[in-house]
Every structure is written in C-alpha cells, then in structure tokens.
C-alpha cells in the first residue's frame, strides 16, 4: 500500500527512541508542527530520562512500546522521532515486526541514530522512509528552509522529487540508478551483523553522512563497511554534510580513498544531515543521480497514494 501525503488535521506520533529530549526545544518545533495543520500527539515516555544512563530518553522498553504503539495506531499517519543521540540500536529489537507490518503504513521521519529504524523499517516492512529532521533539533525551528523542504516532501512531494544543494558537485563523475538506501555512516557502520542489517547495499545508491568523526574514525567505518561486504554492488553514492569531521580537505580525500576504488558515481555534499540548513531525502525509494549535474532525481514522488480520507 503506498503512503499517502500528509493532509491539515493529520494525527502524527512524537517519539523519542534515542537520546533524552530538551523540552522548550522540542515545544519550538511542535509549534511549527501545528503550524502546518497537523495534530502532534507526544507519547507518554518522550520526556522520560534513563535512570542510570541520562543520555537515553528513558529505558529501553518504554521507548520501544511508544514506537511499537504509534506505529499499531490506525488514527496515526506518521511517525516523527524527535531527536537522535543515542539508543535506536537499545531498542529495535523489542519492536514486534510482524504486529506492525499488519498494521496501517506509517511515515517514518528521523536521522543520524534513526538510522537504525530507517534500515528496519525497509527490511521487515519494505516502505520508504524520510531521512529528515526532527522537532526536537535546533535546527528544524531556527531553519526555515530545513523546515520547508519537509513540509513540501510531507505535503506537495511532487515539489521534491529534484534533490539537490548549493555545493553538490562531483566527487567521481557519472549517472546512476538505483535505491536509495543508508543514513548517517557510523549508524550504518555500528549496524553490521545485527537483525536490521541488510547483507549489502548492492544496486542502491548508498546515502552517506556523519558528524563529529574525525577523518581516522570516518576511515574506520568505511573500512568496516567494505570488509563486511555492505559496499559491494553499489550503483552509486551520495554525500551529504560532515560538520565537524576535520578538515574538509583530508574528509574528501578518507571518502575518494575508498569510494573511488568503487568505479561507481559520487556525488559530493548534496546537502542533507547534520549541517546548519538540510533537505530531506527519501530512502527505499528509486532515483537517478547525476554527480555532474549535482542532482539526485526521484523516479515518483515517495508519498503517492490518495489524498482523500
């Protein structure tokens, strides 16, 4: 069943599955949230506080049963993770799977540790997701272009379907066409061998981006997604922003060092992640990327079913 764009009056599910929230932060993006037309529900454990690890929102149960309620809950129309951190990785296997795949279709938004439930979501449940920002981030209400490039993929996705950023450019030249697939590359890195992960992402075009990584460290995790056999296959690769990974110069070279040797097209900072302003891209989705021209270009808008109640 293919998800349908978000409508005014829509009932959306805020979910913390990761790190602790900062309430007035997250009360500023609920207001933009509502400023859409859009009804946020906060789920009971979204404030809570892990009682021996306060960078985690809560214990690991009462985070999975908020996710796992949200997702079963015919009235919700998509799922919005408030912020990332730490502690996807805690939970995604205490989510019934088979519960939810009989369960109405959600919209799943999040990214950086979300991209743990975005890699679940597309194998037990095939359905694409938004990597995208979240209401308990700084930037989702001090950015308003951040803001509106999801508003239009939630609500006008046929506006969206050309992705693409002021520095995108070519890392290594050339088209390709696969899906997207990936997120934030210590995430996927971290993912290797569990129940989520997918043995490899060969014939996608792989969505890569981090922060904070220094340029050993980002070595380290392509290095670990090599061995593993995850980049084997690949059609192409898709950068986003590396805020605070070191010197741009030496983060290209770590990405050329290993991606180059792939022989498939690179597309260089399209502009999405953990960067003051960021779009939002679709994954398990079809596209066609374009390193020369800087474009990543949907083959369909990714919500397309009906509009109608």
């Not at 906060?42 to 949200?70: I, K, N």
């Not at 290797?192 to 490899?200: E, F, I, K, L, V």
Request: glycine share 10%.
């Amino acid at each position: 069943m293919p998800l349908r764009p978000l409508r005014p009056g829509d009932r959306i599910a805020l979910a913390a599955p990761s790190g602790a929230v900062d309430p007035a932060r997250l009360a500023q993006g609920i207001d933009v949230l509502r400023s859409w037309g859009l009804e946020p529900v906060v789920l009971p454990h979204v404030h809570d506080t892990h009682p021996a690890l306060p960078y985690l929102a809560g214990q690991d149960h009462h985070r999975a049963a908020d996710f796992q309620s949200a997702w079963l809950d015919p009235d919700t129309a998509a799922v919005f993770c408030v912020r990332g951190g730490f502690g996807a990785q805690r939970m995604v296997d205490l989510l019934d799977w088979d519960a939810m795949r009989a369960a109405p279709p959600k919209i799943l938004i999040g990214f950086s540790d979300v991209t743990v439930l975005h890699e679940a979501v597309a194998r037990h449940l095939g359905l694409p997701t938004l990597y995208g920002p979240m209401p308990g981030a700084a930037t989702f209400s001090r950015d308003a272009r951040t803001a509106e490039h999801l508003r239009r993929t939630l609500f006008e996705p046929a506006t969206t379907t050309v992705l693409t950023g002021p520095d995108a450019s070519a890392l290594v030249p050339g088209r390709a066409h696969g899906v997207l697939m990936g997120g934030c590359a210590s995430l996927l890195a971290a993912d290797r061998g569990t129940p989520a992960a997918r043995p490899s992402f060969a014939g996608g075009l792989l969505v890569l981006e981090d922060v904070n990584e220094q340029p050993y460290q980002l070595d380290r995790m392509l290095t670990q997604l090599r061995r593993s056999g995850a980049l084997a296959g690949v059609a192409g690769v898709v950068l986003g922003s590396w805020d605070g990974c070191g010197p741009v110069e030496s983060v290209r070279a770590v990405l050329l060092d290993h991606l180059g040797e792939l022989g498939v097209p690179v597309l260089w900072e399209l502009g999405f992640g953990h960067c003051p302003s960021s779009i939002t891209v679709p994954l398990g989705v079809p596209a066609t990327l374009d390193a020369d021209a800087g474009t990543v270009t949907l083959d369909a808008p990714v919500l397309s079913g009906p509009t109608c109640a």
